[in-house]
């Protein structure tokens, strides 16, 4: 559980380091490019193989190409996430990137055949309801254009194919000695689809990285690493099935990144919102205890 409760402070460690870039106005592709950098580096550091030999083994490793297609998907859904933030808000965005945990959950359940019962189908809706009722800040709720509702159908697509795919290619092919060096690969594979986007914005805008773009960088990479590492170990959790552990990580960072909003950011809450954190406490224990 130790793993666990990491990867979920790593993430929401994510998310304060995500709000300091809109205080400061960190350029987010920048900034995503170091951190990638800086993961992949960290991802040596832990897997403790700095040789070229073993730099250029991972071509040889059956995880390798998921593992390219994965950090490609990284900037992919970023990208999709910036459209999606400028046609519907920053509302649209969340709900759209949060509920795609419902695909990683119904996929580990169909695909490896897990449990499923009435008490955990509720705790899952449950956990689903909160998530939406959490990212909504608007008394209305969500409101956008139809003809831009492609782009959070494809954030929720492409977030819940993301951790789908984690989940797939740790249990398949990723041994305990090379998690390290898979998510040192997929950080990297992030890192050269991130400085593509970068020079392809180059030709059309004059945008240069900042000396602040570099320092956020650093300062996300570090738990950005880290959440993926134990999200893995997470996994891997005897006595927990993967369902289970999708659900009550991403609820949970939900949980905790609004509370960290309200104590550190002053971030204004409105009834259903306090509704939905009531609710993800209750859908986490009861999926972590209904089995």
Do not use: H
């Not at 730099?55 to 994965?70: E, R």
């Not at 899952?124 to 509702?149: C, E, N, P, Q, T």
Request: aromatic share 14%; proline share 2%.
């Amino acid at each position: 559980m130790i793993a666990l409760v990491l990867s979920i402070l790593s993430s929401s460690a994510i998310y304060i380091v995500f709000k300091l870039f809109g205080k400061y106005n960190i350029t987010t592709l920048n900034a995503l490019i170091v951190n990638y950098f800086i993961a992949f580096v960290l991802g040596l550091i832990f897997q403790g193989n700095f040789s070229l030999e073993g730099v250029l083994s991972v071509t040889s490793k059956d995880w390798f190409y998921g593992s390219m297609a994965l950090g490609a998907m990284f900037i992919l859904v970023f990208s999709l996430m910036v459209i999606t933030t400028q046609k519907g808000g920053m509302s649209v965005v969340s709900v759209a990137s949060k509920m795609s945990v419902a695909i990683p959950v119904i996929f580990v359940i169909l695909y490896y055949n897990e449990s499923i019962g009435l008490l955990k189908i509720a705790g899952i809706l449950l956990a689903l309801i909160s998530v939406y009722l959490v990212s909504v800040r608007k008394r209305d709720g969500l409101s956008i254009d139809m003809k831009y509702f492609i782009f959070p159908l494809l954030v929720f697509l492409g977030s819940g194919i993301i951790e789908s795919s984690i989940k797939f290619l740790e249990n398949t092919y990723v041994p305990d000695d090379e998690i390290s060096l898979f998510s040192a690969n997929t950080f990297f594979f992030a890192c050269v689809t991130g400085i593509v986007f970068f020079g392809l914005r180059k030709l059309r805008t004059k945008t240069d990285f900042k000396a602040k773009d570099v320092l956020g960088g650093v300062l996300l990479g570090i738990p950005n690493y880290f959440s993926i590492y134990f999200f893995i170990l997470a996994l891997r959790i005897e006595g927990l099935q993967s369902s289970s552990i999708f659900i009550i990580n991403n609820v949970s960072i939900v949980l905790l990144s609004t509370l960290l909003g309200i104590m550190f950011f002053r971030e204004r809450m409105i009834p259903k919102n306090w509704a939905g954190i009531v609710m993800a406490i209750l859908s986490i224990i009861l999926i972590t205890y209904i089995q």
